[in-house]
């Protein structure tokens, strides 16, 4: 078939209504986790403390990002601390140094987290996924599907009060939606799963880098820190 053909054969498809096709990748993507389960030995579910969490992220092979980084990015801050924040990936920066937000958008995190009196002894800083994708692309859906249980897992140890999403990627993957972070900013969700005793108030934020890029936006961004704010307060009055 010529590829003139092809394509009227292709637009004939998507007029029929036909949207997604199947492909042999989850047979693939299958044996991928049988190989990586038996280097890790242990099962995600079975997973009690962060130092196992570390481990298990440490050994396992279930996403290819991990053949192109240099380090695998965990977490920093104080893991007491009842504010979790979650970004996309490592960059240049976290890749060598092994720690999240230690670049450029980092200093700018640190200077909102510092406007609503808060600093790296009071949070915790995780990304939803632990590896650079190369070039700092935005990691692909079925990246970020294959990494999900490690924040999933994360959030169920961590137990936060309150969790702050840094940009769509991370706000795409925790609140299970299609919108873009424009649409998903100046709003209170929850986050829940079956492991979770309760539901915990998520915002989701700009992006730093996206602020460092866009900075007539930089007052939406204060707009939603103000709220953050304001939800701690009521929540340590409660605790
Ligand atoms: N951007 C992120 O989303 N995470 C980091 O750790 C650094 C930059």
Redesign the pocket.
């Known amino acids: 078939m010529s590829i003139k053909s092809n394509l009227s054969y292709l637009n004939y498809i998507k007029e029929s209504g036909i949207s997604a096709f199947l492909q042999n990748l989850p047979n693939i993507r299958y044996k991928e986790q049988e190989k990586n389960h038996k280097i890790s030995q242990i099962n995600i579910s079975d997973i009690n403390s962060l130092k196992e969490l570390e481990n298990y992220i440490n050994q396992s092979n279930i996403c290819l990002l991990k053949n192109t980084a240099s380090k695998t ?1 965990f977490a920093d801050g104080n893991p007491s601390s009842k504010i979790m924040l979650i ?5 240049a ?2 890749d060598k140094i092994g ?5 450029l ?2 200093k700018l995190l640190n200077k909102m987290l510092a406007s609503i009196n808060l600093d790296r002894n009071n949070v915790y ?1 995780t ?1 939803i996924i632990p590896w650079r994708p190369p070039n700092n692309r935005t990691p692909n859906s079925e990246e970020i599907l294959l990494c999900l249980p490690f924040i999933q897992k994360h959030i169920e140890i961590i137990k936060p009060k309150l969790i702050i999403l ?2 769509g ?2 706000s795409k993957a925790i609140l299970s939606s299609t919108h873009g972070i424009m649409r998903m900013r100046g709003k209170w969700y929850e986050y829940n799963n079956l492991n979770l005793n309760n539901p915990i108030p998520v915002r989701a934020i700009y ?3 996206f602020l460092l890029r866009v900075a007539n936006k930089k007052r939406e961004a204060w707009e939603d820190l103000k709220e953050i704010q304001k939800k701690l307060h009521a929540i340590n009055e409660k605790i």
Do not use: S
Not at 99 to 103: C, L
């Open positions: 990015v970004g996309e990936a490592p960059g920066e976290e720690k999240p937000f230690v670049g958008a980092g800083i990304n840094l940009g990627t991370a992006h730093p880098a």
